[in-house]
């Protein structure tokens, strides 16, 4: 989110692809004020392959080594190659020193340095050329129902521990306001430590609101979370959305 106006307006399917009329008000105001980047997809190849060959899959597809290390003198796998490396794991910034395995075939594998994907390449290229102009970074994920805050690697508040702490109780307020989900408001640390996450490399590069949310649910569901629930799962994250704007 970048305070550039754009003329555009209209969001969610349920509703022909329109902003849902008791929102429309607020959201022709936001429209006009920010320009909204929304990345619809950040891994398509580790999504394709979700749906062709592992339902759980979560990282990309590029071979990343061999299973348990082993290989011939010639560089081939015995055991079989790993493929991919974890794109959340894979930015600049503490990488590779917490919340990661050194074997390929883990599905927290940073990759052998950082902005070895594609994806995250040219993620990170975009926002460090605009980042200046960014107001805002947000980051979806599933699942845990979290409204997680920077940063993942350092137990040490930072600076903006309180702008923080404000915009994720206007947050997870207004989630529960929606359907009474509850959202809790922490620091990503605390969920667990993590290094090379895009959330921290964006606010290294000095974008002070930059945040992930965990979606439903809590545990019961998880990866596999009903049909049914996706709409009021969209309808009380567009409604902490709007709060999280107010903040700014």
Known sequence: VSTQS???SGINAEYGGEVEPSLQSKFQGLMN???FVILPMSNPDGYEFSRTGNRFWRKT?????????YETSDGRCIYGKCYGVDPNRNWDIDFGRQGVSK???SD????KSAFTEKNTQAMSSWLAKHASQIDLYLSFHSYSQLFL???GYDRNPPVDAAMHNAAGSAVVNAIYGTHGKVYKNIRSVELYPTSGSSQDWMYSKGVKNAYTIELRDTGRHGFQLPASQIIP??????????ALLETL
């Open 61 to 69: 597809r590029r071979p990343s080594g061999c299973k348990y290390g």
């Open 6 to 8: 754009t003329g555009s």
């Open 108 to 111: 927290v594998y940073p990759g």
């Open 33 to 35: 004020k920010y320009q």
């Open 233 to 242: 799962t969209g309808e009380e994250n567009v409604r902490g959305f709007l």
């Open 103 to 105: 074997n390929p075939c």
């Open 149 to 151: 805050k920077p940063v």
